[in-house]
């Protein structure tokens, strides 16, 4: 019995990705940025972290990610081991963008207090 992935799954694990290519290039950047001015510290990746928030928009990162999870949630299925894997795989990314979601955005608000 070989089923065929869902359409639905397939946008889940791309909402759910998408962030991250974002994120590996802000990255990039900050870590550019480091260099050329020096600097170090939370403050300075902080910094660059935030810039890339306010980029993607809040809300669209944190809906886009929440979906993702629910869609995955609702595909697993008993007879695709390979689909259950990717899906705890991309779950787990998800949980974590949102975690460093608030982490950096409390962190930056932190800091300009």
Known sequence: MNEQPSARF??????A???WVATLIEFGYVLRDMWTAKATGLAAVTGGFAEMLVLWGVATLLTSQLVAIVWLWRSF???NFFRNVVGVATI???GLMLVLMV???RSAW???R
């Open 103 to 105: 982490f950096f955005a």
């Open 110 to 112: 932190l800091l300009r």
């Open 92 to 94: 787990a990314m998800s």
């Open 10 to 15: 397939w946008w889940a694990v791309l909402l």
């Open 17 to 19: 990705w998408a962030p």
């Open 77 to 79: 299925s008993r007879n």
